[in-house]
């Protein structure tokens, strides 16, 4: 049963894209998004897939990103976001290693999250999304 809290509204507003190849953690971070306010775009879960929902969506104020999807690193996708400004988290089953030098910056969350971890995560992009801005 869900119980209202403060946090409730958190994302209203906020359009999160999430890229997530297996449908079960995809529909559980989509509901929890939606459950924060969100709309969500997606989920995409292939790069290909990524890019496609993106270029028919363009106007997205975050979005959450599995590392690996199906064999091949999401990080082409993840520069194209930060190219246009897009703030965007990692969340990925995978430790820092295979994360390229260069998006080291990015915050990466590790599955399975718990509540109090998608509780951060949601927090985090609330602050980074581009409504804030």
């Known amino acids: ?16 894209m999430v890229v997530e190849d297996d449908f079960l953690i995809a529909d559980d971070f989509s509901r929890r998004l939606l459950s924060l306010g969100a ?12 890019h496609a929902l993106y270029e028919r969506t363009l106007d997205i104020d975050a979005a959450v990103l599995d590392i690996n999807l199906r064999g091949a690193l999401i990080f082409p996708f993840a520069q194209r976001l ?6 965007y988290v990692f969340c990925t089953g995978y430790g820092e290693d295979p994360i390229s030098e260069g998006l080291r910056h990015v915050p990466r969350f ?10 951060a995560m949601a927090a985090l992009i ?5 409504r804030s801005r």
């Open 82 to 87: 930060e190219a246009d400004g897009v703030p």
């Open 110 to 119: 590790e599955k399975p999250l718990s509540h109090p971890d998608f509780a």
């Open 1 to 16: 049963m869900h119980y209202p809290s403060a946090h409730d509204a958190l994302l209203r507003g906020f359009r999160v």
């Open 39 to 50: 709309k969500v775009i997606g989920p995409a879960a292939t790069i290909d897939g990524a």
């Open 126 to 130: 609330a602050g980074l999304g581009r």
